[in-house]
């Protein structure tokens, strides 16, 4: 963890599965990155209706674009997470997923889950919109 990024959950709120309530990041520069979606890097989907392989190639892919701008996983300051689905257990899977994905630290901040009812390519289960506090 960078010593300008931290992490809070303060007393007299509920307690979290892994994410913090609060992400304060001290003056520096941020990243943020487009949703990551699951496409190989031809720009096909992978896993067509398994929403486990369209997570670990998201994770993948968050991955890449993390390395591109000199960023790891602990770096990421907010997620936004949207899942095709309108129960909670599937939300649930996939969080439980992506924490324990190569991404996982970046979970640990201020974390949004959302079941949607579409995304923007056709089969889509599952995309990551992540902001990044640069190191350095």
Avoid: K
Avoid at 3 to 27: F, K, Q
């Amino acid at each position: 963890m960078t010593e300008r990024i931290s992490r809070i959950n303060p007393d007299g709120m509920h307690t979290t599965p892994g994410y913090h309530h609060i992400t304060v990041v001290e003056a520096g520069r941020t990243a943020h990155l487009a949703g990551q979606c699951p496409l190989d890097s031809s720009g096909t989907l992978v896993g067509p209706g398994d929403i486990d392989a369209q997570i670990d190639q998201v994770a993948a892919n968050a991955l890449v674009t993390l390395t591109a701008v000199g960023a790891e996983p602990v770096h990421v300051v907010r997620s936004v997470i949207y899942v095709v689905s309108d129960g909670t257990t599937a939300l649930g899977a996939a969080w439980r997923r992506l924490t324990g994905s190569v991404i996982g630290p970046a979970f640990t901040t201020a974390s949004t889950l959302l079941g949607v009812t579409q995304l923007g390519f056709t089969g889509q289960l599952v995309e990551v919109d992540l902001t990044v506090a640069l190191p350095g």
